[in-house]
């Protein structure tokens, strides 16, 4: 929990009011928890709320700068596991889907499943050193077909939001950027 504070201390200052702060915070520590499922309602469960509502606006509405938080993250990484022969690693993994709902998913080449499934795709970033591995951030990648038309890709067909992550950057932000 220490380290967690000390990398918290960094990204603090980019959500402006204590509320988000502190659901950030929550965030976090609930990804970082041994729990089996990391969804809004386990997440949610693990930081003694009793509805996901919090951690879904920190998510969809809060007002912070994830540009600014990268940054920050970056920084982080650098002063504890930067060196000279660090590399960054591009991965992309297929996640399978059975409907056709969900953002992104389509028939496509999944790695994962060996073959052409319908899936959505995750493209990750990590940095790697002699001192140690981390993510460093991830994307959903958005298939031509899903960014064509975004009235309808931007929301499900019962009206709701979009509860899947990561949904604070979708539709602004598309893998590869345009």
Do not use: H
């Amino acid at each position: 929990m220490a380290g967690l504070d000390v990398l918290f201390a960094r990204v603090a200052g980019r959500f402006g009011r204590v509320e988000p702060r502190r659901q950030t915070r929550a965030y976090l520590t609930g990804l970082l928890a041994p729990i089996e499922r990391k969804n809004g309602w386990q997440l949610a469960e693990a930081a003694g709320d009793t509805a996901p509502d919090r951690m879904q606006r920190l998510l969809n509405s809060a007002r912070w700068d994830p540009r600014q938080v990268r940054v920050d993250l970056r920084d982080y990484v650098m002063d504890n596991l930067g060196r000279r022969d660090g590399v960054l690693i591009v991965d992309d993994t297929g996640f399978l889907k059975k409907g056709d709902k969900s953002a992104g998913v389509q028939r496509q080449c999944s790695g994962t499943a060996g073959r052409i499934e319908n899936c959505r795709l995750g493209v990750f970033l990590a940095y790697a050193s002699p001192l140690g591995r981390t993510l460093i951030d991830a994307e959903l990648y958005l298939p031509k077909s899903w960014t064509d038309d975004r009235s309808v890709a931007s929301r499900p067909a019962s009206g709701r939001r979009w509860r899947s992550p990561p949904s604070r950057y979708w539709p602004r932000r598309c893998w590869p950027a345009p």
